[in-house]
């Protein structure tokens, strides 16, 4: 059998070149492609994302992203979003007063983050949940994290989830601030085929690449 395929999606927004770069060193066959049937047939879609939310999303509908994502989920064929395309899965993200539509896959909203130093960047240890799947041998690891805004709460409110998605999601949570005052935020969800990341794991060293790995291994 040979490697997983995983399309990284080109949409002129993310840390590309190394995303797929990291995804061939842990044993995937990676190409970085705006096609849509190649978006849609390949073993696995990575949505990479820096920059701000509504400028991911206007990228996001030039290349009809959100409909890929849509059709694959609903035939149940693996997603992964990393750090904006994460953000983006959500319902709307705000940034300076400016609200904008997000895909909708999971509920909630994309807001700055309230901790006294912002952006958020550097290594941060997660709190992951024992049955994960991404960070099985890793939830004790740090990874990098670059962001002003998160997710800071997390719902499904979905009516149509039972349909979409099998089991309850496993979310990560991160924080950043003090004790006194700073975020708790999502730091990755695990949703039956959809998956996501707040952090770089193409950034993050040998505990990035052990959970990549992990997700290119649940492909087969």
């Known amino acids: 059998m040979g490697a997983p395929k995983v399309v990284v999606l080109d949409y002129g927004f993310g840390n590309v070149r190394s995303a797929v770069r990291a995804l061939e060193r842990v044993g995937a066959e990676a190409e970085l492609t705006a096609d849509r049937t190649a978006a ?7 949505v990479p994302g820096v920059g701000a939310f ?41 940034e300076h007063g ?12 994309v807001e700055r983050l309230d901790a006294p130093v912002v952006p958020h960047m550097g290594w941060s240890p997660v709190e992951a949940p024992e049955d994960s ?15 002003s805004y998160a997710a800071q709460e997390f719902t ?6 039972a349909s979409k998605h099998y089991t309850p999601p496993r979310v990560t949570w991160a924080h950043h601030g003090t004790p006194q005052r700073g975020a708790r935020f ?24 052990t ?9 087969a």
Not at 40 to 46: I, K, P, S, T, V
Not at 211 to 219: C, F, G, P, T
């Open 211 to 219: 959970l990549l790995e992990n997700w290119v291994r649940s492909l």
């Open 54 to 94: 509504a400028a991911c999303m206007e990228g996001l509908r030039t290349v009809r992203g959100g409909e890929v994502v849509d059709r694959r989920l609903a035939g149940g064929r693996p997603v992964l979003g990393i750090c904006v395309g994460m953000q983006i899965l959500f319902a709307r993200g705000v």
């Open 40 to 46: 849609q047939e390949a073993d696995g879609l990575l």
């Open 133 to 147: 799947v991404l960070f099985a041998g890793v939830r004790d690891e740090r990874f990098y994290f670059v962001h």
């Open 186 to 209: 999502v730091a990755a969800v695990e949703d039956g085929p959809l998956s996501a990341t707040q952090f770089h794991p193409e950034k993050s060293g040998d505990a990035g690449a």
């Open 98 to 109: 400016v609200e904008t539509e997000g895909l909708g896959e999971w509920a909630g909203t």
């Open 156 to 161: 499904q409110g979905h009516d149509d989830f």
